[in-house]
Nanobody, 121 residues
Framework: QVQLVESGGGLVQAGGSLRLSCAAS????????IGWYRQAPGKQRELVAT???????NYADSLKGRFTISRDNAKNTVYLQMNSLKPEDTAVYYC???????????????WGQGTQVTVSS
């Protein structure tokens, strides 16, 4: 089992920056991919960015260049640095983790509770 807790959301003006954090606990050694998704009102949840255990990153094309994902393995924490924020970035941001299957556990997806990011114009 993996638990994910986000923090850092809030209200920011367009053009501003925000840094989200996601602290993972539990069977963190099984995580092979961790990152962020977001869901705006009336929209489906969409990929923001992920980072693999090997350090490979994946971004939504529309966000590449403005958002940066990173991780601190010692702290089991992943970050999302969001710059040049736009009103359309307003959404609930969810931390996500995928765990590999092992001899003792199935692969699984885990989600945090979400943190609200609101960008005002």
């Amino acid at each position: 089992q993996v638990q994910l807790v986000e923090s850092g959301g809030g209200l920011v003006q367009a053009g501003g920056s925000l840094r989200l954090s996601c602290a993972a606990s539990g069977s963190t050694y099984r995580i092979d991919v961790i990152g962020w998704y977001r869901q705006a009102p009336g929209k489906q949840r969409e990929l923001v960015a992920t980072i693999s255990s090997g350090g490979r990153t994946n971004y939504a094309d529309s966000l590449k260049g403005r958002f940066t994902i990173s991780r601190d393995n010692a702290k089991n924490t992943v970050y999302l640095q969001m710059n040049s924020l736009k009103p359309e970035d307003t959404a609930v941001y969810y931390c996500y983790a995928h765990t590999q299957r092992t001899v003792l556990a199935r692969e699984a997806d885990y989600w945090g509770q979400g943190t609200q990011v609101t960008v005002s114009s």
